[in-house]
């Protein structure tokens, strides 16, 4: 018997097993990453509904010309809070690579669009200190871009 012939196979297939096995993970690791971006788009789908419908539920109010009660504004602030953290999260979630280029744009000119009413940039100045600093200076940047587009820097 041939020891070194013998090890010298064993080698060979245990370095075809290892390619194997790299090559399965490789595939495995692929399709966990459409899998948690598929989740991510569900529930970002869902959070959407979710602001949606506060939103909805405090038209009166946004829409309102007279100054807000106290217990109208908690209601509205409430509502512009929900829509600031999944704003947070959406951001974490494109800084982690998890939101293409594209899927971040639409977010971001949503954000622009959110933040050409009154209301909304108000409640953000008020509240802005309880969010993350990235999302911070992403809204602020937003802002500073909304003021220069409509003349008030």
Known sequence: ????????????????????TLIYLAIQVKQN???????????????????LLAIKEEAE????IEPLTPA????VVLAYSTMFRDWEAY??????GLLDESEWLAIASAIENS??????????RQ???????????EVDQ?????????GQA
Do not use: F, P
């Open 1 to 20: 018997m041939n020891w070194e012939a013998i090890g010298a196979s064993g080698e060979v297939l245990g370095a075809a097993a290892v390619l194997i």
């Open 115 to 124: 933040l050409r009413r009154d209301l909304v940039r108000r409640v953000w």
């Open 72 to 75: 109208e504004e908690l209601r």
């Open 33 to 51: 990453v459409k899998l948690t971006k598929a989740s991510i788009r569900e529930s970002r789908t869902a959070a959407s509904q979710r602001v």
């Open 127 to 137: 509240r802005r200190h309880i969010y993350s600093e990235s999302l911070q200076r």
């Open 142 to 150: 937003h802002l500073d871009h909304e003021s220069v587009m409509d």
């Open 91 to 96: 951001l974490y979630q494109y800084q982690q």
């Open 61 to 64: 109010l946004i829409t309102k």
